[in-house]
């Protein structure tokens, strides 16, 4: 096995050795390259600690290359950490301005030659100027945003979605929204047209951003100019409107210069303005900004990829923010997405990113864009992310064919994710589209602002989610869960969900399978919530088998879809109980040997919008809107559940003829009504099933299993073992965070790993 070395102290003059190393990725590159053409072997690139401010990214191309038996690695010397930086470091002269805030010329910015959108001090991301100003204490409540009084009743024109030339998306967003006075900035700003706005879409789906074009003070009017392209396709509800319900926050605004940790950047006299945080020497301070959107680029063909590729062992950071870029819309779900990352792959096979730490990246973290294949990426950390942690996306061809450009049997195990989205909410942990055969395992996933895990649609299936730790997510969006799927492929009809009962396409599972192709299987997962639908399998979402999972806060939703399995789960306490939506015809949904113990209390959740339809009465069972014909399940029988109310309920909302049913509400003349488990059992339903407490051996430490005599065992309800959900044993040591994960083990007691 050949060795090259690196270090910020070398030079490209060296041999590359471990006494004289090379000083740039560039010279190591043509080093390996040279090498395997005179002497094939395994090489591997030892990178010494220290930060690498890349001048552009660090790409890898088809002659980069290894094989499965000669791969070619580069990765961190043992026990340090290079950073690869898509940024830059600034030499500040520091001066006073007015009321604790200093200022340094930049000449570079002021010839047009360097720009930022984000600050880093000591490693630390800085706060852009706002109103009102940055607040995080209470996501759920929104501090650090305003409501708007209401929107300016025109609609923006038709957006092109960026890399998918052919796809162009109407965004059914306003021009602009009204402010409330007594709620907005007393100040007058100079520079309106530089500011940028951060706004929630009206149901809390996500968020979107425009620049400001300009602002009738007069009038209360803020008119939007660039953006809005950061949410789907439109369909009825918009998934781009806005409105007196949207939360805003306003950045780029130097006369909101106020409180510590803020900055601004005066572009056109080239000053950068920074109100420093209590204690921070300035002259000391390591002041470092974004450039580059991506720090490497795996970046092959189908026909020839990058292939045997590994990055280990890496802080990757300070890449630019990218969600003013253009959007791409792979699917009908509500999603757009940025095709982009600190690390994009596209055209690669069997490469791996692992044990790398992605910190606070300005957009996505890795991005798999169309052809990929047997990829991983595993033992990584990711935190702060501008949006999404790792996505897996493929193209827009609507048959597999034989380009087959998407990413097939690629994994994402044993990484830790939190708090991410920071510039956009409607992201994940983990998100797949349009790909096949993915997994998603071992790994802990928590405060998110939307799902842990999400799937944009069905196309093509296949995936594996299994063994995930997932608690604290949908924090800041509403209608939706930790894991949620949509089935917005070829085959859904929208009119079987959003249109009025006397034109409703009532019809049963049709070609679901065509895109759907093989199903997605979740198994032996620890979800722990307050609001949410849990597992959501919204919109058409199909080809599902659920069984050993644990909910905790959370349970189900299962909207119009067909060919779903759910067995053998456990929903405790859930902020809703299993939930029906909305079904199709002779679906094929079965669903048996699950446990339900619902609590009135716990349906009260701390945030979530969708919600607000009057959910809280305790109920086993919500079905809401279902079919005009025929069944709506194939099979529901042989449950265990269990409720406070001491008796079982379930709640049936039928729809009125002519009347719509939205996401968000039930408008119009609805019948609801309330069957008791034996009017229930009449309608041909859980006619096996009982209502008992499924005795749980210890609840209150973790341990969902149930006693050797519970009657859930008698319905054929078997125990089984999530204590190795969540992160593996040999999560790198360096990338653990400070507080111990802890999750139930089944032996009464929790444990650190």
Same mark, same amino acid.
């Not at 630390?124 to 607040?135: E, L, M, S, T, W």
């Not at 300009?214 to 409107?241: N, T, V, Y």
């Given at each position: 096995m050949a060795e090259f070395y690196i270090a910020t102290s070398g030079s490209d003059e060296h041999p590359g050795t471990a006494e004289k190393p090379f000083a740039t990725f560039a010279r190591a590159q043509a080093a390996v390259r040279e090498l395997k053409q005179i002497d094939p072997q395994p090489i591997t690139v030892l990178v010494r600690g220290g930060t690498y401010y890349l001048e552009k990214p660090l790409t890898f191309e088809p002659v980069d290359s290894g094989t499965a038996t000669?791969?070619?690695?580069?990765?961190?010397?043992?026990?340090?950490?290079?950073?690869?930086?898509?940024?830059?470091?600034?030499?500040?002269?520091?001066?006073?301005?007015?009321?604790?805030?200093?200022?340094?010329?930049?000449?570079?910015?002021?010839?047009?030659?360097?720009?930022?959108?984000?600050?880093?001090?000591?490693?630390?991301?800085?706060?852009?100027?706002?109103?009102?100003?940055?607040?995080?204490?209470?996501?759920?409540?929104?501090?650090g945003y305003i409501l708007a009084a209401g929107k300016i009743n025109a609609e923006m024109e038709d957006h092109q979605a960026g890399v998918d030339d052919d796809m162009r998306f109407s965004s059914g967003a306003p021009r602009g929204i009204v402010f409330n006075p007594d709620t907005f900035t007393q100040k007058r700003w100079t520079r309106p047209h530089e500011t940028i706005i951060h706004i929630y879409q009206?149901?809390?789906?996500?968020?979107?951003?425009?620049?400001?074009?300009?602002?009738?003070?007069?009038?209360?009017?803020?008119?939007?100019?660039?953006?809005?392209?950061?949410?789907?396709?439109?369909?009825?509800?918009?998934?781009?409107?806005?409105?007196?319900?949207?939360?805003?926050?306003?950045?780029?605004?130097?006369?909101?210069l106020d409180a510590p940790g803020e900055w601004y950047l005066d572009r056109e006299a080239g000053f950068l303005y920074y109100l420093p945080e209590e204690g921070l020497d300035i002259e000391k301070a390591t002041i470092e900004v974004p450039i580059l959107q991506q720090v490497v680029r795996m970046i092959g063909t189908q026909v020839e990829p990058v292939h045997h590729v590994t990055l280990r062992g890496f802080q990757i950071a300070h890449t630019a923010s990218t969600f003013l870029e253009p959007y791409s819309v792979p699917s009908l779900s509500d999603w757009a997405i940025h095709r982009g990352g600190a690390v994009f792959m596209e055209g690669t096979r069997n490469c791996s990113v692992e044990a790398c730490f992605?910190?606070?990246?300005?957009?996505?973290?890795?991005?798999?864009?169309?052809?990929?294949?047997?990829?991983?990426?595993?033992?990584?950390?990711?935190?702060?992310?501008?949006?999404?942690?790792?996505?897996?996306?493929?193209?827009?061809?609507?048959?597999?064919?034989?380009?087959?450009?998407?990413?097939?049997?690629?994994?994402?195990?044993?990484?830790? =994710?939190? *708090?991410?989205?920071?510039? &956009?909410?409607?992201?994940?942990?983990? !998100? $797949?589209?349009?790909?096949? @055969?993915? #997994?998603?395992?071992?790994?802990?996933?928590?405060?998110?602002?939307?799902?842990?895990?999400? =799937?944009? *649609?069905?196309?093509?299936? &296949?995936?594996?989610?299994?063994?995930? !730790? $997932?608690?604290?997510?949908? @924090?800041? #969006?509403?209608?939706?869960?930790?894991?949620?799927?949509?089935?917005?492929?070829?085959?859904?009809?929208?009119?079987?969900?959003?249109?009025?009962?006397?034109?409703?396409?009532?019809?049963?599972?049709?070609?679901?399978?065509?895109?759907?192709?093989?199903p997605v299987t979740l198994r032996y997962n620890f979800f722990k919530e307050s609001s949410g639908w849990g597992l959501d399998l919204?919109?058409?979402?199909?080809?599902?088998?659920?069984?050993?999972?644990?909910?905790?806060?959370?349970?189900?939703?299962?909207?119009?879809?067909?060919?779903?399995?759910?067995?053998?789960?456990?929903?405790?306490?859930?902020?809703?109980?299993?939930c029906f939506h909305v079904g199709n015809e002779n679906n094929h949904d079965r669903y048996f040997h699950n446990i339900t113990v619902m609590s009135v209390a716990a349906m009260e959740p701390e945030q979530d919008l969708n919600f607000e339809m009057g959910q809280g009465y305790g109920e086993i069972y919500t079905l809401i809107a279902p079919p005009a014909h025929g069944p709506w399940l194939e099979e529901i029988d042989h449950n265990c559940f269990y409720s406070d109310l001491g008796e079982f309920v379930a709640r049936v909302q039928t729809r009125a003829e002519g009347d719509f049913i939205e996401w968000q509400e039930v408008r119009g003349r609805m019948e609801k009504k309330k069957y008791s488990l034996q009017e229930w059992q009449a309608l041909g339903f859980d006619r096996h099933s009982i209502f008992a407490d499924p005795q749980f051996i210890d609840p209150e430490k973790g341990d969902y299993r149930v006693k050797p005599g519970s009657p859930a065992l008698k319905v054929g309800f078997e125990n089984f073992d999530i204590s190795s959900a969540g992160l593996l044993p040999d999560f790198p040591k360096q990338w653990r965070d400070k507080h111990a994960y802890q999750k139930p083990n089944h032996q009464g007691e929790t444990k650190n790993v």
């Open positions: 000669q791969p070619v690695t580069y990765m961190a010397y043992p026990d340090e950490i290079p950073v690869l930086s898509g940024g830059g470091k600034l030499q500040c002269c520091w001066q006073p301005y007015r009321d604790n805030i200093m200022m340094c010329p930049l000449p570079e910015v002021k010839a047009g030659l360097l720009s930022f959108t984000q600050l880093f001090v000591n490693g630390k991301r800085q706060v852009r100027a706002r109103y009102p100003n940055h607040d995080t204490s209470d996501p759920k409540n929104y501090t009206a149901y809390y789906w996500g968020n979107l951003q425009w620049q400001i074009k300009e602002i009738d003070w007069d009038r209360r009017l803020i008119w939007f100019g660039h953006g809005g392209q950061q949410m789907g396709a439109k369909w009825h509800p918009s998934p781009c409107e806005v409105n007196e319900h949207s939360r805003f926050f306003i950045e780029n605004v130097f006369e909101e992605f910190d606070a990246v300005g957009g996505n973290a890795i991005f798999m864009n169309n052809y990929n294949r047997g990829n991983r990426v595993a033992g990584c950390k990711f935190t702060e992310t501008g949006d999404s942690a790792i996505c897996f996306v493929g193209s827009l061809e609507t048959t597999v064919g034989t380009q087959r450009n998407f990413p097939y049997e690629c994994q994402a195990v044993n990484n830790l =994710i939190h *708090d991410c989205g920071v510039f &956009g909410k409607q992201v994940a942990g983990v !998100y $797949i589209s349009r790909a096949k @055969r993915i #997994t998603v395992a071992h790994n802990e996933i928590y405060h998110m602002p939307r799902a842990g895990i999400c =799937i944009g *649609d069905g196309t093509w299936g &296949g995936h594996l989610i299994e063994y995930n !730790y $997932i608690h604290e997510t949908c @924090r800041e #969006t509403g209608d939706h869960g930790p894991f949620n799927a949509w089935g917005r492929d070829k085959y859904w009809c929208l009119a079987q969900s959003h249109m009025p009962y006397t034109v409703m396409r009532s019809h049963d599972a049709g070609h679901v399978l065509v895109d759907a192709m093989e919204d919109d058409g979402a199909s080809n599902y088998e659920i069984y050993n999972n644990l909910c905790v806060g959370v349970s189900m939703k299962l909207r119009e879809g067909a060919y779903r399995t759910i067995y053998n789960n456990i929903w405790v306490h859930g902020a809703n109980s299993p």
